[in-house]
């Protein structure tokens, strides 16, 4: 496995229930890395440039624009407040000189544009330098405008606001390879959006039952394939994954693929189900694989094999024990993410105790690592770390029963193409880098 150290640690504030962090995301260069967060702030970093004396060393993350995306409103209709809290970002890849961003809250998504402005215009006609409107009578001159240089403002402005669509949270959403759609899905819906239109939608799945009392799943996450545009999957609580074909039917009612690992019976007990749900599905850079996220494990799965996985990673088996206090507690419906890196050969996913775990899908091993304060000097190698189970413990390891539950890795994401890692441990962003850089 890579050695990784530690890059820098973004502290994003005072902990305020607001400022923890709810989905982190690079854009499709690696260039931007942004943040949202419970109190529907996002916050987007920039990488500096290469310095010319130092030219081994790629510049750090600084902060290069926060915005209010989403504001806490109240339906009236149904006596329910919706919380601003960012549920997912999105990037779009970049065409011009903008960037593009879908950030999303429990009900809304909207389309961001951040743009850069270091000019502004003077000299106008019909107005004076305040702004303010000229009387006719005293212009007697047409004047030509003219750009001036200004300090560097970044902007960010909505461009579209799609609203009105979900009647329950919206937990994924998924730009298309065509770029010209995307998609967003709640418990019982996945609706296809076109970027250019926001009064309507075209409701894709649909798995409402006529009776609320026969329901028996739910959708927990949904992505389009990085390459097909008629392609998605999404997951679900029975941890199953349903891959649909859009060619094949306008209501993707019936998937074309169903992936489902039969259950061990000798592993039966009260709360198979629950750490059976699907927290996070992600498709592979290539396409080919799928890699699914439930409570115990991260999975991978072929596309071409829907009986079983072809991969199971274990990511912390010594909670096996403990899931009676892990359900008293509602830790055991904690959503944990998971993501691939760049080739696809290591895939990252976080656990308790501000732990995060790699597996290396070639050599099979894997690591245990930590983000926290402590150990956070810039450059720093970080140790890895062991949780002992029972029986003697070492100097260096952690007893699974001192585990602090109440600190947990779920949202991290790795750059598109090098070995740089974001990790959000409540209100701190960590970034890592591997040690060979």
Same mark, same amino acid.
């Given at each position: 496995?890579? !050695?990784?150290?530690?890059?820098?640690?973004?502290?994003?504030?005072?902990?305020?229930?607001?400022?923890?962090?709810?989905?982190?995301?690079?854009?499709?260069?690696?260039?931007?890395?942004?943040?949202?967060?419970?109190?529907?702030?996002?916050?987007?970093? !920039?990488?500096?440039?290469?310095?010319?004396?130092?030219?081994?060393?790629?510049?750090?993350?600084?902060?290069?624009?926060?915005?209010?995306?989403?504001?806490?409103?109240?339906?009236?209709?149904?006596?329910?407040? @919706?919380?601003?809290? @960012?549920?997912?970002?999105?990037?779009?890849?970049?065409?011009?000189?903008?960037?593009?961003?879908?950030?999303?809250?429990?009900?809304?998504?909207?389309?961001?544009?951040?743009?850069?402005?270091? %000019?502004?215009?003077?000299?106008?006609?019909?107005?004076?330098?305040?702004?303010?409107?000229?009387?006719?009578?005293?212009?007697?001159?047409?004047?030509?405008?003219?750009?001036?240089?200004?300090?560097?403002?970044?902007?960010?402005?909505?461009?579209?606001?799609?609203?009105?669509?979900?009647?329950?949270?919206?937990?994924?959403?998924?730009?298309?390879?065509?770029?010209?759609?995307?998609?967003?899905? +709640?418990?019982?819906?996945?609706?296809?959006?076109?970027?250019? @239109?926001?009064?309507?939608?075209?409701? @894709?799945?649909?798995?409402?039952?006529?009776?609320?009392?026969?329901?028996?799943?739910?959708?927990?996450?949904?992505?389009?394939?990085?390459?097909?545009?008629?392609?998605?999957?999404?997951?679900?609580?029975?941890?199953?994954?349903?891959?649909? +074909?859009?060619?094949?039917?306008?209501?993707?009612?019936?998937?074309?693929?169903?992936?489902?690992?039969?259950?061990?019976?000798?592993?039966?007990?009260?709360?198979?189900?629950?750490?059976?749900?699907?927290? +996070?599905?992600?498709?592979?850079?290539?396409?080919?694989?799928?890699?699914?996220?439930?409570?115990?494990?991260?999975?991978?799965?072929?596309?071409?094999?829907?009986?079983?996985?072809?991969?199971?990673? !274990?990511?912390?088996?010594?909670?096996?024990?403990?899931?009676?206090?892990?359900?008293?507690?509602? =830790?055991?419906?904690?959503?944990?993410?998971?993501?691939?890196?760049?080739? +696809?050969?290591?895939?990252?996913?976080?656990?308790?105790?501000?732990?995060?775990?790699?597996?290396?899908?070639?050599?099979?091993?894997?690591?245990?690592?930590?983000?926290?304060?402590?150990?956070?000097?810039?450059?720093?190698?970080?140790?890895?770390?062991?949780? =002992?189970?029972?029986? %003697?413990?070492?100097?260096?390891?952690?007893?699974?029963?001192?585990?602090?539950?109440?600190?947990?890795?779920?949202?991290?994401?790795?750059?598109?193409?090098?070995?740089?890692?974001?990790?959000?441990?409540?209100?701190?962003?960590?970034?890592?880098?591997?040690?060979?850089?």
């Amino acid at each position: 496995m890579l !050695q990784w150290h530690h890059y820098e640690s973004l502290d994003l504030g005072k902990l305020h229930l607001a400022d923890i962090i709810s989905t982190v995301e690079f854009n499709h260069t690696g260039e931007l890395l942004a943040t949202g967060d419970k109190g529907g702030r996002v916050v987007i970093f !920039q990488r500096e440039q290469e310095s010319k004396n130092q030219v081994h060393r790629r510049g750090e993350y600084n902060v290069y624009s926060t915005f209010q995306s989403h504001e806490p409103e109240f339906d009236y209709l149904k006596s329910l407040e @919706i919380e601003e809290k @960012i549920n997912k970002i999105r990037w779009l890849p970049q065409q011009n000189a903008a960037y593009f961003l879908l950030s999303t809250n429990d009900k809304t998504v909207k389309l961001w544009k951040v743009s850069e402005r270091d %000019k502004r215009p003077e000299g106008y006609n019909l107005k004076d330098e305040e702004g303010r409107l000229r009387d006719p009578a005293t212009i007697t001159t047409l004047r030509v405008p003219v750009l001036r240089p200004m300090d560097l403002m970044v902007e960010a402005t909505p461009r579209r606001v799609f609203a009105n669509a979900h009647t329950y949270h919206i937990n994924s959403i998924s730009v298309n390879s065509d770029y010209e759609t995307y998609m967003s899905a +709640d418990d019982l819906r996945i609706n296809l959006w076109n970027f250019e @239109i926001t009064n309507q939608s075209f409701n @894709i799945v649909d798995i409402k039952p006529a009776n609320m009392e026969e329901l028996t799943e739910v959708i927990t996450a949904a992505e389009f394939h990085p390459h097909h545009c008629n392609t998605f999957v999404y997951s679900s609580s029975k941890g199953t994954i349903r891959l649909c +074909d859009m060619r094949a039917s306008a209501l993707c009612d019936r998937h074309t693929k169903f992936f489902e690992e039969p259950e061990d019976p000798s592993n039966r007990s009260f709360f198979s189900e629950i750490i059976s749900s699907i927290s +996070d599905v992600k498709f592979s850079h290539s396409g080919r694989y799928i890699m699914t996220r439930d409570y115990l494990t991260v999975k991978v799965w072929d596309l071409n094999m829907e009986n079983r996985p072809i991969e199971t990673y !274990q990511v912390h088996d010594y909670l096996r024990s403990k899931l009676c206090s892990l359900y008293e507690n509602d =830790c055991i419906f904690d959503k944990f993410e998971c993501v691939w890196n760049g080739s +696809d050969s290591v895939i990252m996913t976080g656990s308790y105790n501000n732990f995060f775990r790699m597996f290396d899908r070639n050599t099979k091993r894997d690591v245990t690592l930590e983000a926290s304060r402590e150990n956070s000097k810039p450059r720093a190698i970080l140790k890895p770390r062991k949780v =002992c189970v029972g029986g %003697k413990r070492r100097k260096d390891e952690i007893s699974v029963d001192s585990l602090d539950f109440s600190k947990k890795i779920l949202h991290t994401a790795w750059h598109p193409s090098e070995n740089i890692i974001a990790v959000a441990a409540t209100n701190n962003l960590y970034i890592f880098q591997d040690k060979v850089n």
